[in-house]
């Protein structure tokens, strides 16, 4: 028998929470770990398709990249969307687990599966920890290519990679060797990226100003949209649980989908 205990400590043993950043809500959110589990779920966020879901298709388990709650609660109610989707969860016991940036700076998580796709070697934490950490600890990763390359063909291959990417970027005519990558929201950390001699920075999203700064610099920027960059990996998440439980029936939502589409009225 698996139990959401079980879960719990295999999940915290592939992204230990220690990585979590301090402003974040992660471990088991929702849920009883002496409870088992037979069906589980992953996905990046609990939209109300994906609470439904896990609901109709009698999940007892799910992960979810994004945190729900994500702010401490005052009280549960379903008149606003956190509360109706914690009630629905809650009243058909499907506990609720987000590694979150966990997941984003563990040793298989997204980042550094991002920067396998790109084939960067010699990985480190682009903002360490600690000064002196010589461990995975710290936000995003930056790395080494083992052969210079153009802008063009690193935004082919996370294109080509990564089904749902929706590409834009700064463009450098600069040789891309070294590479910085920051999933999700990551143009906050464009100035580490600089001030770490990068090349080019991949990332989900980030904001005008960001990408203003990055042609000032001549560093690259590709944003490959939010929901491209990190949705991937709860899709590995759930092929790596299923082949380490071999009883539990694992899936990633099938009913997610990007909320930003694109528009073409011309």
């Not at 471990?27 to 609990?46: I, N, S």
């Not at 002196?132 to 153009?150: C, K």
Request: charged share 20%; with cysteine; net charge negative.
């Amino acid at each position: 028998m698996t139990t959401v205990g079980d879960l719990v400590q295999w999940l915290s043993a592939i992204a230990p929470l220690s990585l979590s950043e301090a402003w974040d809500n992660t471990g088991l959110l929702v849920g009883d770990p002496a409870l088992e589990v037979k069906r589980v779920m992953t996905c990046l966020t609990l939209t109300d398709p994906c609470v439904r879901e896990a609901v109709e298709e009698r999940a007892d388990f799910v992960v979810t990249h994004h945190p729900l709650p994500f702010r401490p609660l005052s009280r549960l109610v379903t008149e606003d969307w956190t509360g109706r989707r914690l009630w629905m969860l809650v009243t058909h016991s499907i506990a609720v687990y987000s590694p979150h940036t966990a997941w984003d700076s563990a040793a298989r998580g997204i980042n550094a599966q991002l920067a396998a796709l790109l084939g960067a070697e010699e990985l480190r934490p682009l903002v360490p920890r600690n000064a002196d950490e010589l461990s995975e600890l710290g936000a995003g990763r930056i790395g080494t290519l083992p052969q210079p390359v153009d802008f063009s063909t690193i935004a082919r291959r996370l294109t080509d990679a990564l089904p749902h990417a929706r590409p834009r970027g700064v463009v450098t005519k600069r040789q891309i060797r070294q590479v910085a990558i920051a999933c999700g929201s990551g143009g906050s950390l464009l100035d580490a990226a600089i001030a770490a001699h990068a090349d080019m920075m991949v990332t989900g999203e980030a904001t005008y100003h960001a990408c203003l700064e990055a042609e000032a610099a001549g560093v690259g920027l590709l944003m490959v949209g939010h929901y491209a960059s990190e949705r991937f990996a709860m899709e590995n998440l759930a092929s790596w649980m299923r082949e380490h439980f071999a009883g539990l029936t694992v899936w990633a939502a099938r009913s997610e989908a990007d909320p930003v589409q694109e528009l073409r009225y011309r």
